[in-house]
Structures are given as C-alpha cells and as structure tokens.
C-alpha cells in the first residue's frame, strides 16, 4: 500500500536533497544517509521506499543500537527453533519480512562486528543464513542505512569494516540540520502546530513576529524533533493562548536547564554551545524582569522605593522596618537599577562573542540583534 510521504522545506540544501532522493529513489543501488540526531533521516528513507517501485511493499525500519548486540544478529536473519535458549519456535527476520520491499538500517554504525560481516554478504548477493540453520535463504530487499556518527572515523579506528562501509556508500545523502535550513524553520512549525491542533483539539492564537524570530536564530540541537516537541508542547501547556517572546523564552530555558542535567556539556561542541545559548536566554529573561521592575517604579513614585538586594536582607534580618531615606531617592535607584541592567547586557555580549570565538555575525544572531547593533555595544561597553 502507496503511503504519501513529503519532505517539508523550499530551502536550496533541502530541494537539493529531495532531488537527489528522486533520482534514487528509482534505482535498488544501497543508500547511505547521514545526519545529526532528530534531522530527519527515517523520513527520507520513508520519501526513497514512497517514490521506488517498491511502494506498495513493506518498509521495514530497523534501530541496530536499540537491540542489544546478542540478539541483532537474530532480528535481522531469523533463527530455527532451539537455536538458542528461549528460541521456541523458528522465526523470520527483518530482512525476510522487507523481502521485495525496502529495510532501513538506523543507527548502522553501532552494528557489531561480526554482524557486519554477514551483513556485507547481504548486500552482495542477498543471501544469509538464519541463526542455527544451514540453509541458506535469499531476500530481494532494498537497503537503506542511517547513521550520525563519523564513519570514516569509525573504519580508521577498526569499529566499522571498511569493505561493508564503502559498499553501503554507493550514494550518500547528506540532511542538513535545521539550523541551516532558513525559513524552513516556520514551514515545520506551521505543520507540526496543524498536527497538534488536530491531535489535542486546540485553537492556536499564534505567535508573536518577536517570538517568531526566536524561533528562526534559535540553533536547534535537537533538530526537526526538538522542534515538534517543543511545538506540542507550547500549544498544550499554554493552551493555544498566544505565544510572546517571554513565554517562548520561558519554555526553552527550562528545556535547556533539564538537557544541561543530562548531558556533559564538555562531551561536544554542540552541547557546549547550547548551554551557552541557555544562559543567554536566562539573562535575556532577567533583563525583561528588571525592566518590568522599573517601570512600575516609575510608575508609583508615591510608593516607597524599591529596595536593593542588600536592603531587603538587612531589614530581614534586624526584624525592623526600613525607613526608604536610607536608601536614596527614587532617581537614584532607578540610576542603579539601570547599572545593573548594563553590567547583565555587557556580560551577555562578551559570553556571546567569546562562545562563537569572535565571530561577531553568529554573536548577533545568537543574542537576536543586528551586527550594527552589536558593534555599537561592543563600542559603548569598550569590548
């Protein structure tokens, strides 16, 4: 049965892309996708089976570092009854069940040696023999296989046979992450907000053009599936209620706070920078708080000023009140309010260009202003 599979995108790296997997799609010839975690690698190799004259048979995805070495070997080729202990009746594997029709090997650089060596047979002459069988069985499957490792890394450091990776390379597509796909940013977003409209049975009001541009600078570790998750989330938790930069902002640092619990952050360069990106966007939220502050202040000039931090826990402290002449008048906090305000947008700029090493136009688009704005900050505070 046909299945419509469509890629979502009009950027020049993604229409490339999706040209090159037509002109695959029509032949058997293996095919090597690479790309980051949650680019999407699964959907193009859904687009090659939907395009191929293989459509109307089975497609058969496959994680090889979701199943444990042990048994992939029987996943993947089948065993005989009592091949092994638990093996109470023979069984069929992948490569049988995608006969005429198309496997999709995920994660392939995690496949066990001894595996690949059956595996590289497969490939060559589509046969193999089932776990604790003689005979040997053919199987007309396309392959497709997925990794996001460095392969070429892989074979030098003798994990992967280079034989089965050039053989499985015959062409290699590459998906770029989303951080390099542009617009289509809010192409996804629009679709992923319509899947969760329907799914939820919720009225989105929108997002503001502020939040939007968020959307577009934020750097996307995650990729396309941080993106859905973080959609459905929104729209669930803030109940399709209009989406403004704070609540955007809210959402992602508390995304990046749990993220930064669970991976070690001087694992890679990608985690690195999404800390950072964290950080700054806490900043950028404190900023906005102090801001709101000060214009209530200034707002209700009858009221007693506003105290400092050290005030508050000094009269805390004493378990007396404070009387606002100690602490100046209302121009004068708002004079240090503002300081403050300059040491956290100084402090931003400098982490910001120190975390792209210098970079000045990744600096601008990570903090959300233009290079000419930045190059005044950077004058104005003497960076």
């Not at 046909?2 to 979502?8: K, Q, S």
């Not at 009854?81 to 638990?86: N, R, V």
């Not at 951080?179 to 503001?208: A, Y």
């Not at 806490?282 to 900023?287: I, N, T």
């Amino acid at each position: 049965m046909r299945r419509n599979v469509t890629i979502i995108g009009q950027s020049p790296l993604i229409t490339q892309l999706k040209q090159l997997a037509l002109q695959v799609a029509e032949t058997d010839i293996p095919v090597l996708i690479i790309g980051e975690t949650g680019s999407g690698k699964e959907v193009l190799a859904r687009f090659i089976h939907a395009h191929s004259k293989r459509a109307d048979k089975s497609f058969i995805p496959v994680n090889c570092g979701a199943i444990p070495s042990g048994i992939l070997e029987s996943e993947l080729f089948g065993h005989e009854k009592g091949a092994f202990t638990g093996a109470v009746q023979s069984r069929k594997g992948y490569f049988e069940s995608a006969d005429r029709g198309t496997i999709f090997l995920d994660e392939i650089g995690e496949m066990p040696l001894e595996t690949q060596v059956k595996f590289l047979r497969v490939i060559e002459t589509g046969e193999f023999q089932r776990v604790g069988s003689s005979e040997m069985i053919y199987s007309d499957a396309r392959i497709i296989a997925a990794t996001n490792k460095n392969m070429y890394q892989a074979v030098a450091e003798k994990n992967f046979r280079e034989d089965l990776f050039y053989r499985l390379r015959s062409v290699e597509l590459q998906i770029p992450p989303l951080r390099e796909r542009g617009r289509d940013i809010l192409m996804l977003t629009e679709n992923f907000v319509h899947e969760s409209e329907r799914k939820h049975s919720i009225v989105f009001e929108g997002f503001s053009p502020e939040a939007t541009e968020i959307l577009m600078r934020y750097p996307w570790p995650g990729n396309v599936r941080e993106l859905k998750n973080l959609i459905e989330s929104l729209l669930v938790l803030e109940k399709g209620n209009y989406i403004t930069p704070e609540i955007l902002e809210k959402h992602l640092v508390q995304r990046n706070r749990y993220k930064s619990l669970v991976h070690d952050p001087s694992k890679s360069e990608k985690h690195e920078m999404h800390v950072i990106y964290s950080n700054i966007l806490q900043l950028r939220q404190e900023v906005s708080e102090i801001r709101q502050m000060l214009q209530h202040l200034l707002h209700t000039r009858s009221q007693p000023p506003l105290l400092l931090p050290e005030a508050a826990e000094l009269s805390y402290s004493r378990r007396e009140p404070v009387e606002p002449e100690q602490f100046g008048s209302v121009h004068e906090k708002e004079s240090a309010v503002m300081h403050t305000l300059d040491d956290v947008e100084k402090k931003t700029i400098s982490e910001a260009i120190e975390s792209c090493q210098g970079n000045k136009r990744k600096a601008a688009r990570l903090l959300g202003i233009t290079e000419r704005t930045l190059y005044r900050k950077i004058k104005a505070y003497g960076l």
